[in-house]
């Protein structure tokens, strides 16, 4: 990557980022002055910080997507055991019950 030519011959992509790391570290009196070009220059290569940003989200986004399937089914069977537990309630089991056997 270094020698500036890419896969299809021109340019490549981290050469702009290895000339600055390169020329920070010509004019640096130590080397540890161009750790941040070095910094720019690596994530360019390997994508290493970019990888780990996507997977932290990546992560997030299933742990919010079972939160909500969670609290979805959960008030779904809130709601179901409510609306079962409301008909004796009514009396509309007895009612029913009393107008079949009057009949």
Known sequence: MASGYGYSGGRSRCYPFWQEFHKCYALADKPEECVLQRDDYLECLHHSKEI????????????????????????????????????????????????????
């Open 52 to 103: 780990l940003r996507t997977r932290t989200v990546q992560n997030e986004y299933y742990k919010q997507k079972e939160k909500r399937a969670k609290e979805a089914a959960a008030s779904k069977k809130k709601a179901d055991s409510a609306t079962a537990s409301n008909v004796p309630r009514l009396n509309v089991v007895e009612e029913k019950a009393k107008e079949n056997a009057s009949a």
